[in-house]
């Protein structure tokens, strides 16, 4: 029987609606600052992972929506991404092994330019109703770990302080989601609700009881608690999670400074 992730599904969507909401308030309150319009791709070329409800959604989607030569198009040049992907990976594992600043890494990665393979050749994403969270979020400032970030296209200015979208609330939520897809469908694969991927591998990938861990069988290996104790992939977005932050504060748009429970800084291009 196939598996039915539309509970999963929903909850990620009711995260889009709040997330689309966020943005709007911005475009609505500093027009002059939100860039992001048709013809604007450079979010496109960034190199970001996806959540697995996210990778399993964008994948649903874009079953529902493609086939034949558009199909193999988008698909070869997921292939050429993931390969691209794998040895930026390679370098920064190495990068890391050599002992390496991780501030330096991180920083060689955000220079990184990986086309995304949903960027067709009118420049424009074949998936946007879709579209994963970073995309969405990309043109305003947004903060992982209290580091501000937002993309150089807009008028928003290193050092200023503006309203800041923390990132780290969303992922957790959305590793909220995969850890009940994990306890949902009975895998064994203990770090299953916690995988990242970026969306060149997740449109490829079959998320079927073989994958998830719920057969006998599989391609996706069991982990052990050794395995659990390592450090995470550095180019993955940190989970980073305050304390006594409430889920309500990702969709926050007001000024961090003047929030007890936040408590973060806003200043983009560093802490405050
Ligand atoms: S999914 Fe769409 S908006 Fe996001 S990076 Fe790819 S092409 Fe751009």
Redesign the pocket.
């Given at each position: 029987m196939a598996l039915d992730f539309t509970e999963y599904f929903e909850k990620y969507e009711a995260i889009v609606a709040e997330v689309d909401a966020v943005f709007k308030k911005f475009e609505t309150e500093m027009p002059d600052l939100v860039k992001c319009g048709k013809g604007c791709?450079d979010?496109?070329y960034?190199l970001f992972d996806v959540t697995l409800v996210e990778a399993m959604y964008i994948n649903a989607k874009f079953n529902e929506k493609f086939s034949g030569m558009e199909r193999s198009a988008i698909l070869d040049r997921a292939d050429k991404a993931d390969r691209q992907i794998h040895k930026l990976k390679r370098k920064v594992f190495k990068a890391s092994q050599e002992g390496r600043p991780v501030n330096d890494i991180l920083l060689e990665v955000a220079k990184a330019r990986v086309r995304?393979p949903?960027?067709d050749d009118n420049d424009l994403?074949?998936?946007?109703e879709s579209?994963?969270i970073?995309?969405r979020l990309y043109g305003v400032p947004t903060s992982i770990g209290g580091e501000a970030h937002t993309c150089n296209k807009t008028g928003f200015k290193g050092g200023e302080k503006y309203p800041t979208v923390n990132m780290d609330i969303i992922l957790d939520r959305l590793l909220a989601i995969g850890k009940e897809i994990q306890t949902g469908v009975g895998s064994r694969f203990r770090e299953l609700g916690e995988m990242l991927l970026p969306?060149s591998m997740a449109i490829v990938t079959e998320y079927d009881e073989t994958y998830l861990g719920v057969g006998e069988k599989t391609n996706l290996r069991e982990t052990s608690p050794e395995e659990e104790d390592k450090p995470r992939e550095i180019i993955a977005p940190a989970a980073a999670k305050g304390p006594g932050k409430s889920a309500a504060c990702a969709s926050c748009t007001e000024s961090k400074s003047s929030c007890e429970t936040c408590g973060e800084s806003i200043v983009l291009g560093g802490k405050e």
């Open positions: 791709s979010c496109c960034a995304c949903m960027l994403c074949s998936i946007y579209r994963p970073t995309c969306v």
